[in-house]
């Protein structure tokens, strides 16, 4: 069993900038790769990024490659999303999620699920 908890979301201007983190426990948890996705309002839920479970490997949604960069910690199990240049379209609710598919690009494949933080980028 894998638990996930995110923080680091809240607002921000265009332009700026904000890292999510998404803690995990549970013994396992380097043996699976982490994506994350966002929802906004309206709108399905979409891929954002994804980090193998060695760290090496990483995919990226076009929309946000360039801007955003997702990176683990497994001695300290957690993964990172840095986010910069952010503009009001990343405003959404962000979970990380864990999965053995790599790379992790459909939530159909997602095993385990975090509660989610919330980005909101005004402009």
């Known amino acids: 069993q894998v638990y996930l908890v995110e923080s680091g979301g809240g607002l921000v201007q265009a332009g700026g900038s904000l890292r999510l983190s998404c803690a995990a426990s549970?013994?396992?948890?380097?043996?699976?790769?982490i994506a994350w996705f966002r929802q906004a309002p309206g709108k399905e839920r979409e891929f954002v990024a994804a980090v193998y479970w060695g760290g090496r490997s990483t995919s990226y949604a076009d929309s946000v490659k360039g801007r955003l960069t997702i990176s683990r910690d497994n001695a300290g199990n957690t993964v990172y999303l840095q986010m910069n240049n952010l503009t009001p379209e990343d405003t959404a609710g962000y979970c990380c999620?864990?999965?053995?598919?790599?790379?992790?690009?459909?939530?159909?494949?997602?095993?385990?699920w975090g509660q989610g933080t919330q980005v909101t980028v005004s402009s």
């Open positions: 549970g013994r396992t948890f380097s043996n699976y790769n």
């Open positions: 999620a864990a999965g053995s598919d790599w790379p992790l690009r459909n939530y159909n494949a997602v095993r385990y």
